[in-house]
């Protein structure tokens, strides 16, 4: 079963990589992106040894920047290995993905051919997985646009946990290696624009052949470029595409010539783009297909200026990172939801829970008066005359905080009229349902039936619910609900079906075996911590697991 501080980690290791890609981008010269790629390598992925081996004209293999090690740096950068030699490698080992993994019983073969490297001895692995010395890692940086052109290859050494890395640093270190190729590939393109940029401004010969140097480039260019307006009624009107966004687009140059980017970009990111500057200014965007789709693209600014009336056009890159946004989404889902069940997991349901509570008590102008007194209320259950009430310091300001408040709904606890009746009050339900005679099935049948059964409660559960309602699994065998709008009667009727759905039989392999389920309703209160309603929950499911009697918990 997953530990719940494994999303935590993943998150941070996401992190990392977005923070050593940014860096990538922030370089100027390819020389500057070639040695960011080294560094991102030892700073964000684990290694203490990176190299970045570029592809020349000529095929063969430059080190073209190393980190890690000063004098190993010294030794090695600057030398070249044949590309036969690396073609060598990267059909041997075992292949990871895109990765290629050559351990230590293999590698021996290549201790004599004319690749560059570092080694030392060492003793042999003393337990499965561990790194030695002389194991080689290989990242290979491909061209992006689907073609398997080779623009170099990452090779890692020493990983500071000393162990080979696992699926997920595997797959981090193959999407930094993707993400070093756009980046390398951008540092030419902007180097080759640099260059064509220069040469018109020089003289009208010079001004000719540079022009058609741009064309060149603005048109075979791998990703997208446009040229627009500047200033005036048609600021920012698409002058010119070149084929690359034309076919991301789906659209054709001709019609291309009616829109800005203002008209296509996504309702949403409208903002994001009017924020953009026009020199250097960079944005993440999604654009509009032909078909009425949305592509996440990478928009970077350039002014293309004239020596005489000044800035003129604006020359816009355009990548595509539709790729690289659904890898984000993958793996943010996978930090926020449980692995087992595909639920919110227990830092999404507080997430959610907080997100609707606040500092200031519904009602209240006095922080005496308590969301714990609102719940007592609820329940029928006052505090006794004499009881001491826990004074909470909510931090109000009616002055600073006055604008937040106006525009929040305030969650509040329902309350129960004379006689029982409920009042009306609708509120949002948080009920804690932690499932009886589970451990017996673990015990008993062992832990893939265990897993079988909790995907099953996960699902009888959520379709029992409402579609904007919460069904998150807090860890073991809890579940929490979080269901907006009811009362307390909705909620106890909420309950019961839960408990008809979780009952009937559940078939594993070829058996039927039965849990039972004690639901603890509480509810969220402005005023009260996530902690503190989901803890009030908690403790009233035990109130009502205590009260019902065996046979109706019983699980078999």
Known sequence: MEAESEPYVRLATMRQLHQVVADLNRATSLADTLQAVADGVVTGLGYELACVNLVQPDGDLVIAA?????AAEALITGRVGSRASWERRLSMGEAWGDLHFIPHTEGWVLMEDDVPQWHTDGPEPRFAGEWHPQDRLYAPMYASGGGQELLGVISVDRPRNGRHPGAWGQEAL???ASQAAIAISNARLRANMQRALVRLEREQQALR??????RQAFEYAPSGMAIAEMGGDQHGRLLRTNDALCRLLCRPASTMRRYSFADLVHPEDIGTLLRTSAEGGRAELRLARRDGTYVWVSLRNSVVADTTDGPRFLLTHVEDIEERKRHE????HRASHDQLTGLPNSAELRTRLASRLCRRPHGHSSARATAVEALDAAYGEPAAPGTSVPEH???YNPHTDAG?????VHAVAPTSAAGGADDGTKGLAVLFCDLDGFKSINDRFGHHTGDAVLIEVARRLTTCVRDGDTVARLGGDEFVVLADGLGN???ADLAVRLRNAIIPPIRVDGRAVRVGA???IGWASCGMTAEEVLQSADQRMYVEKRSRAKVHRRAG
């Open 329 to 332: 989404l993958h793996l943010a």
């Open 174 to 176: 193959q999407m930094y």
């Open 66 to 70: 190393f980190a890690g090690n000063a």
């Open 209 to 214: 052949a540079s022009e058609e140097s741009f």
């Open 393 to 395: 310091d909510f931090d």
């Open 518 to 520: 004690s639901f603890g």
């Open 489 to 491: 009667a909705d909620a």
């Open 404 to 408: 937040f408040y106006d525009h929040h």
